[in-house]
């Protein structure tokens, strides 16, 4: 299935580098540890 970028990436991007904990909450089905999933393996690249 086709990763969709979400809104909030780029701030949970720039979150995580100042503080050592973030919690993301919504409703289910929405996509956050796939958003999660991606931000880490893209860290991991870098």
């Not at 780029?10 to 409703?27: H, Q």
Request: proline residues 4%; hydrophobic residues 45%.
């Amino acid at each position: 299935m086709a990763y969709i970028k979400r809104a909030a990436e780029n701030t949970i991007a720039r979150l995580s580098e100042m503080f050592p904990v973030l919690l993301v909450t919504g409703p289910r089905q929405v996509g956050k540890t796939t958003l999660l999933q991606k931000l880490a393996e893209a860290q991991r690249s870098e």
